[in-house]
């Protein structure tokens, strides 16, 4: 496939969601909790603690929304301000009690209304991304669809970051890209190409640790073999030694982009 047509594929309206995962990998054991004890709570994030073959974890997910009305309460999964808040504040008890931390991710980029600018979208991003890079407990981020600009990355500082095979990551979308680069909108392919945010391109250079295959819809061995990964992954990270799991951590960062 192109990569415009993994674009396509990872903003399909058919697309499985955070929630559709949530709810097959963790079944009842999944409860929610809100908040981010200074403003409200943001729909777009669904964040709780549940329980991955006995381990308990914190399960944090961007939500999209199927339908039109899912997607407006949802927030087209632009989260605000205070959904980043939530979720660090989530994490922050994850690590309190040891509990790994499990972040699905999926959303063109945080919202960019004057409201969330107004009460600190960019340091919400910020402090996630600097408290995330030395929390005391492991992280896993897989990106389900949409992996956009800050606002991925405000879930996805971890231990590894995995991708579903049809998931894009990248700085920019391709759309944006094509009009500051040429203003011209018909190069929105070309700029696909050139961003380079396959999952196929990003675990080639290093940036992700794992490409997940996918049907097109969610198959009980899929979500068997996930939840197996998934819980040996973290099982193996939470044996870690806190100081090693941090250098670990610290290390896979200064890695991407370095010169052979």
């Known amino acids: 496939m192109k990569a415009i047509e993994r674009v396509a594929a990872a903003r399909a309206i058919d697309r499985p969601t955070a929630l559709d995962y949530i709810g097959r990998l963790f079944g009842d054991s999944f409860f929610e909790l809100h908040g981010d004890r200074r403003f409200g709570d943001d729909r777009a994030i669904v964040s709780g603690i549940a329980e991955l073959n006995g381990m308990p974890v914190t399960v944090i997910g961007i939500e999209r929304g199927h339908n039109t009305k899912e997607k407006v309460?949802?927030?087209f999964g632009s989260a605000h301000p205070e959904g980043y808040r939530k979720a660090l504040r989530l994490m922050k008890q994850a690590e309190k009690f040891h509990r790994p931390v499990l972040c699905l991710v999926d959303t063109s980029g945080a919202y960019c209304g004057i409201g969330a600018e107004e009460r600190g979208e960019g340091?919400?991003?910020?402090e996630n991304l600097f408290e995330m890079i030395t929390?005391?407990?492991?992280i896993l981020s897989i990106l389900l669809g949409e992996g956009g600009s800050g606002g991925a990355l405000g879930l996805a500082v971890a231990d590894e970051v995995w991708m579903l095979?049809?998931?894009i990551y990248s700085v920019i979308s391709p759309e944006g890209c094509a009009s500051i680069l040429w203003k011209d909108s018909s190069k929105t392919a070309q700029a696909a190409e050139c961003l380079k945010l396959t999952s196929q391109d990003l675990y080639k250079m290093g940036v992700i640790e794992k490409i997940i295959r996918e049907p097109k819809h969610i198959e009980d061995k899929l979500v068997d073999s996930l939840r197996n990964i998934i819980y040996n992954k973290l099982h193996?990270?939470?044996?870690?030694?806190?100081e090693q799991l941090l250098e670990e951590r610290y290390q896979r960062f200064r890695r991407i982009g370095a010169a052979d």
């Open 236 to 242: 193996e990270k939470k044996a870690l030694p806190v």
């Open 135 to 138: 929390l005391k407990t492991p």
């Open 123 to 126: 340091q919400a991003i910020a």
């Open 73 to 75: 309460f949802r927030n």
């Open 165 to 167: 095979e049809n998931a």
